[in-house]
T-cell receptor, first 112, second 115 residues
Framework: GENVEQHPSTLSVQEGDSAVIKCTYSDSASNYFPWYKQELGKRPQLIIDIRSNVGEKKDQRIAVTLNKTAKHFSLHITETQPEDSAVYFCAAASNAGNMLTFGGGTRLMVKP | GAVVSQHPSWVICKSGTSVKIECRSLDFQATTMFWYRQFPKQSLMLMATSNEGSKATYEQGVEKDKFLINHASLTLSTLTVTSAHPEDSSFYIC???????????FGEGSRLTVL
């Protein structure tokens, strides 16, 4: 089955700096890669996703890049703000929304 | 966007009792829902895939007789933790695939504490 590794497990940045979280996956059949933000005790919220026919996608301060050959994808957050502090999960699936396999999560702390 | 509602959000029960958690898709039909378990500071672990009108598919290591899943309608799936024990204490979250884009929508989660 799919195996998703996520790094780092914790990340502390200064407000205004950029944050990068990386994930690798094992199943070459995976073609859907969402990123979720989860605040303490709350449900995960989709913040951005990318499909395997695209190499990069951007939405304001958030971007995701995908390298199918190397089987890794990354989340980039620019101009970080304290409200970006949360746990971020990457995931991979062979079809959108189907049987997502999650990474271990990254706890992002943005210091004001 | 699509809304998935989960109830209850908090439950405390005595060891040996059974607890039912409901997951509802409020404004769309969900033929498939997913149930996850999340321990503190850990990732979401898929427990089972709930299919409307048929038996759930359980992940390896998840006891189907312990975690009963029923998906009797296109908008409701239930997870029953039978004979709960303290080690079953966890955050349980359901999800359903949205109607259009294939995006996965999550319920609010249910925090179970077994005394």
């Amino acid at each position: 089955g799919e195996n998703v590794e996520q790094h780092p497990s914790t990340l502390s940045v200064q407000e205004g700096d950029s944050a990068v979280i990386k994930c690798t996956y094992s199943d070459s059949a995976s073609n859907y890669f969402p990123w979720y933000k989860q605040e303490l005790g709350k449900r995960p919220q989709l913040i951005i996703d990318i499909r395997s026919n695209v190499g990069e996608k951007k939405d304001q301060r958030i971007a995701v890049t995908l390298n199918k050959t190397a089987k890794h994808f990354s989340l980039h957050i620019t101009e970080t703000q304290p409200e970006d502090s949360a746990v971020y999960f990457c995931a991979a699936a062979s079809n959108a929304g189907n049987m997502l396999t999650f990474g271990g999560g990254t706890r992002l702390m943005v210091k004001p | 966007g699509a809304v998935v509602s989960q109830h209850p959000s908090w439950v405390i029960c005595k060891s040996g009792t059974s607890v039912k958690i409901e997951c509802r898709s409020l404004d769309f039909q969900a033929t498939t829902m997913f149930w996850y378990r999340q321990f503190p500071k850990q990732s979401l672990m898929l427990m089972a895939t709930s299919n409307e009108g048929s038996k759930a598919t359980y992940e390896q290591g998840v006891e189907k007789d312990k975690f009963l899943i029923n998906h009797a309608s296109l908008t409701l799936s239930t997870l029953t933790v039978t004979s709960a024990h303290p080690e079953d204490s966890s955050f349980y979250i359901c999800s359903a695939m949205g109607p259009n884009t294939g995006e996965l929508f999550f319920g609010e989660g249910s925090r179970l504490t077994v005394l």
